[in-house]
């Protein structure tokens, strides 16, 4: 291969990079994520593990693939994400009447952790407000929303890969 073969072949992957819309939409989630796990750390509360605590206290008791598809991520995936909220006794994961369904609910430490979390998140969420304009902010949230619509709208079944058995 030339050198300017090369440096074409670099050339047309730094482009592909710049404009790959799964590359910078990780690492706008990367960090994003960062800041909103700064804010929540005086709760213990990772910025993936806040919108779990909160879809559980909005749907109240709900199973395990209901979960999965209001947070667009596959069951194995949301139990394992499950798991430490579990063991700090912020939410509780039991067998439902068909062992294959598994109900979620927050548990009054999990309110109380909820409680102490939300005025953080909203000091987070008026930085990124802040930072961008309210305009800006209110159309990047909706392009995301389309973003997970055409998204799902590309999968197979159109589902984060929960099945209905839980």
């Keep these: 291969m030339t050198k300017l073969s090369r440096s074409a072949e670099m050339a047309r ?7 790959c819309a799964c590359f910078n939409l990780r690492k706008a989630a990367r960090a994003v994520t960062s800041m909103y ?11 993936t593990q806040l919108p779990l605590l909160m879809i559980a206290k909005v ?8 979960l999965a598809e209001a947070v ?16 700090r006794g912020l939410i509780s994961v039991e067998e439902g009447e ?9 548990r009054p430490r999990g309110l109380e952790v909820l409680r102490k979390a ?36 590309g999968t197979k079944s159109g589902t984060s890969g929960a099945t209905s058995s839980d």
């Design 72 to 87: 667009v991520m596959d069951r194995t995936t949301l139990t394992r994400n499950l798991r430490p909220l579990e063991k």
């Design 98 to 106: 068909d062992r294959r369904v598994r109900h979620v609910a927050i």
């Design 37 to 47: 796990d700064e804010a929540l750390r005086p709760t213990g509360l990772r910025a």
């Design 59 to 66: 749907l109240g008791t709900t199973t395990v693939t209901q």
């Design 118 to 153: 939300i005025p953080l998140w909203h000091e987070a969420q008026a930085r990124m407000i802040g930072g961008l304009g309210e305009e800006r902010f209110l159309q990047l949230v909706s392009n995301l929303n389309a973003t997970v619509a055409v998204a799902r709208s």
């Design 13 to 19: 992957l730094q482009e592909a990079g710049s404009v």
